[in-house]
């Protein structure tokens, strides 16, 4: 069985950093894209950012380019989320997620396993 544990989340102010990481186990981490999405309150969920196996290349969302970097310890089947200079509107619940893909995807149908997410606050 497949589980994704995010940590490292939590309440921080406007301009500050968090490091999201994300344990996989149940699945063979070096063969498996991993991602992160985030859902506010009342919105979709939505794409943030994904790494594909090697940790070679990397995808992120227009909105955290510059300021979340994705990376991935395939040692320790751990894959982080970076996040420096954050804002009010990056508060979310943020979810680790793992693809069979073979490309990077963006779109969350493609992706197969989700974690429980964990909260992330950006206050003023």
């Known amino acids: 069985q497949v589980h994704l544990v995010e940590s490292g989340g939590g309440l921080v102010q406007a301009g500050g950093s968090l490091r999201l990481s994300c344990a996989a186990s149940g699945l063979t981490f070096t063969n498996t894209v991993m991602g992160w999405f985030r859902q506010a309150p009342g919105k979709e969920r939505e794409f943030v950012a994904t790494i594909t196996v090697s940790g070679g290349t990397t995808s992120c969302a227009d909105s955290v380019k510059g300021r979340f970097t994705i990376s991935r310890d395939n040692a320790k089947n751990t894959v982080y989320l970076q996040m420096n200079s954050l804002k009010l509107e990056d508060t979310a619940i943020y979810y680790c997620?793992?693809?069979?893909?073979?490309?990077?995807?963006?779109?969350?149908?493609?992706?197969?396993?989700w974690g429980q997410g964990t909260q992330v606050t950006v206050s003023s």
């Open positions: 997620t793992a693809s069979k893909a073979t490309f990077l995807p963006i779109n969350l149908h493609d992706y197969n396993y």
